[in-house]
């Protein structure tokens, strides 16, 4: 029989947001992953704060923090806090584990350093692969000069967050 794991890892990539050109997780996605209050797990960073430095971690400002709202239906819940969200690079998450020092904590923190290095594995191949499309770009004539931009046109379109259409009515505007 299988063993199931604390939190699905599809949780983990879920919780996983692209700011400041780098994979981070919120205090609040992983206070939930450790199974502890977002309170505490940022009372332990203060506490801490010399294991935390800023390509660990960093706090959102107002604008990431609307930004983040309104694209993760899960993180609606901050738009009431008070105070801007912390963001953990892969380094902050894997650090936030020892300063909970829960056995939760710790087993969780293989998880997340597993569902980095998913990530990051992904984003090699895509690399990879815009590498060898130049290569055979160059290799061959004009003729399949238009199927190489609608490929590279492509793996732009997958890579470019496209923006939500906002959809309802204002409240208290007549027209």
């Known amino acids: 029989m299988e ?25 609040s996605d992983l206070a939930l992953i450790y199974c502890v209050k977002t309170s505490r797990l940022n009372e332990q960073v203060k506490r801490n704060i010399e294991r935390f430095p800023v390509d660990f971690m960093f706090q959102l400002t107002d604008k990431e923090k609307a930004e983040v709202i309104a694209n993760s239906d899960h993180l609606f819940k901050i738009k009431f806090s008070r105070t801007n969200p912390y963001a953990f690079t892969e380094h902050g998450a894997i650090m936030l584990a020892s300063v909970l020092n829960t056995p939760t904590a ?53 890579t470019e967050k496209k923006e939500r259409t906002k959809i ?4 208290g505007q007549n027209k």
């Open 106 to 158: 710790i087993k969780t923190s293989v998880l997340i350093v597993r569902a980095f290095v998913k990530l990051r594995a992904i984003l090699s191949t895509h690399k990879e692969l815009a590498r060898k499309l130049t290569e055979l770009e160059s290799k061959y004539d004009k003729q399949f000069k238009v199927v190489f931009q609608a490929l590279q046109d492509l793996m732009q379109l997958e």
């Open 3 to 27: 063993k199931k794991a604390i939190i699905p890892i599809e949780r983990i990539d879920r919780a996983t947001l692209f700011l400041r050109g780098q994979k981070v997780m919120l205090d």
């Open 168 to 171: 309802g009515y204002k409240i």
